[in-house]
Each structure stands twice: as structure tokens, then as C-alpha cells.
């Protein structure tokens, strides 16, 4: 059977929402003990179980409030006055949202897609760089960053885009730059940026709008030039910028 952990992980990882719901103390007769664990989705499906009856549907209907306000909260039940249950005991339930770990798709592996790599993945960023040159992604295999070493636009089929899509588009050529854009602006994400110039960022947009492959709203949903404004100057320093904005907009989608 599988675990409630890789569930967790499953979820964690996907577009969906989800509270875990677990019993921190316990006395008297109570149906599960302390320890129990039980997974509840957004549509109020779950998997696992603390019992069953009155307990488990008010769970539930309080698992789902805490979903939609992202805040972690316990509740305590005496089961025969609260809930008129046969079971004699009382029960804490410690109810936590489960919040989505954000895949960062990098599209090229150069100075600042290597640096933009290591940093994000140090601040809980579902790492993915794309890249068809070997020895630009080979540092990366060792340090648990996933990579994919194809052609872009080969490696579209392979990637999964979600509201929860974090996307950088850094690679060492100006027309890849342009497709990559053209492609992810149409897919499912929270972000979407790419490096360059005022000068380059005005020529895409022109490129753009001649072809009339991206309409004004997607163009202005696009972080380009990439990252907050700071006097940035070396690769890691880009880097930094880059990721400051991501976190920033990671974070006030939390609020």
C-alpha cells in the first residue's frame, strides 16, 4: 500500500491542495492514537484515517477551512460531550496546509543558470535545468539538480507546467531565448522571465507582436529584463536578483 508520504510528496509537488491532519495527544478511549495521520484534499477526499465517525467528518470540514486559510491550527475534541461518540476519550488534532514546493524550469545552463540552480534549490525550489550542452550541465548532476540535456524545444514534451511553474529563460542564444518564451508564455505558470537588455526585451516584444504569437497581456505578464533592479554585475549577483523576484512573487502568492 502506499504510504501517506508519498502522497505528501505527490502533493507537494502538483497543482492541488491539501492538509495533513495528525493526532498529537490522546487520552481515555479514542478510536486512533496518537501519532495517527490522515491526508484531506481540497474536495474533501482523503487517504488514511483517524477513526472514522463524527470525529473524522469534523476533521475534515476543519481541514478544508484550514486549506483555504493556509494557516495551521489544532483542534481538541472530547468525544462523548463534543461529538457524541460511544469512545470516552479526548484527542488533539494539529491540522497543517500542505504547501506546494514550486518547480523552476532554467532553460540554459551557463554562469547565471548554474548559480540561479544552486541558490534556488537552497531556498526550496524544485530545481530543472535544460540544456543541450553536456558540459554545461555535468557540475549539476552531483548537487540533486535535475537536468535535461536536449535540444529546447525537444525537452518541452518532457516537462509538466502547472499554476505552481516557475520558469527563467537564460540560455546563450537570443533566438532560443524568443522560442522558449513563445512556447512557456502559452503554458500554465506563476512566472515566467527572461534575461537580457532594455535593448534585447524590446526586440522580442517587436518580434512578438509582428508574428503575433503573444498578445499585450501575456507580454506584460513576463519578468523581462529578469530579476528586481539592483546594480547587479557578476553571474552570481544576477543570479540573486533573479531569485529575490521569484521569491517575492513565491511569496505573496502564500499570503
Request: charged letters at 25%.
Amino acid at each position: 500500500m502506499e504510504s501517506i508520504y508519498k502522497k505528501l510528496a505527490a502533493l507537494e509537488k502538483s497543482d492541488g491542495k491539501g492538509a495533513l491532519c495528525t493526532i498529537v495527544n490522546c487520552s481515555g478511549s479514542t478510536p486512533r492514537k496518537t501519532g495517527t495521520k490522515m491526508l484531506v484534499y481540497e474536495d474533501g477526499s482523503i487517504f488514511g484515517t483517524i477513526g472514522g465517525g463524527a470525529l473524522e467528518k469534523t476533521t475534515i470540514k476543519n481541514a478544508i477551512d484550514i486549506i483555504k486559510l493556509r494557516r495551521a491550527n489544532s483542534f481538541e475534541h472530547t468525544l462523548v460531550q463534543d461529538l457524541g461518540m460511544c469512545c470516552g476519550g479526548a484527542l488533539t488534532i494539529f491540522i497543517e496546509p500542505i504547501l506546494n514546493k514550486k518547480k523552476l524550469y532554467i532553460f540554459g545552463a551557463g554562469h547565471i543558470g548554474k548559480a540561479l540552480a544552486h541558490f534556488a534549490s537552497e531556498v526550496d525550489f524544485s530545481v530543472t535545468v535544460i540544456d543541450e550542452r553536456p558540459a554545461e550541465l555535468a557540475p549539476l548532476k552531483y548537487n540533486g539538480i535535475a537536468v535535461i540535456h536536449k535540444k529546447y524545444s525537444r525537452a518541452f514534451n518532457e516537462l509538466n507546467f502547472n499554476n505552481n511553474t516557475f520558469i527563467a529563460v537564460i540560455t546563450h542564444d537570443h533566438a532560443f531565448d524568443r522560442d522558449i518564451v513563445s512556447f512557456c508564455a502559452n503554458q500554465p505558470h506563476q512566472y515566467l522571465g527572461m534575461i537580457g537588455s532594455v535593448r534585447k526585451v524590446e526586440i522580442a516584444k517587436k518580434a512578438f507582436k509582428t508574428g503575433k504569437k503573444l498578445t499585450d497581456q501575456q507580454m506584460k505578464a513576463i519578468d523581462w529584463p529578469m530579476g528586481i533592479e539592483i546594480d547587479a554585475i557578476t553571474p552570481k549577483e544576477i543570479a540573486i536578483s533573479i531569485l529575490a523576484k521569484m521569491i517575492d512573487v513565491r511569496s505573496k502568492s502564500l499570503a
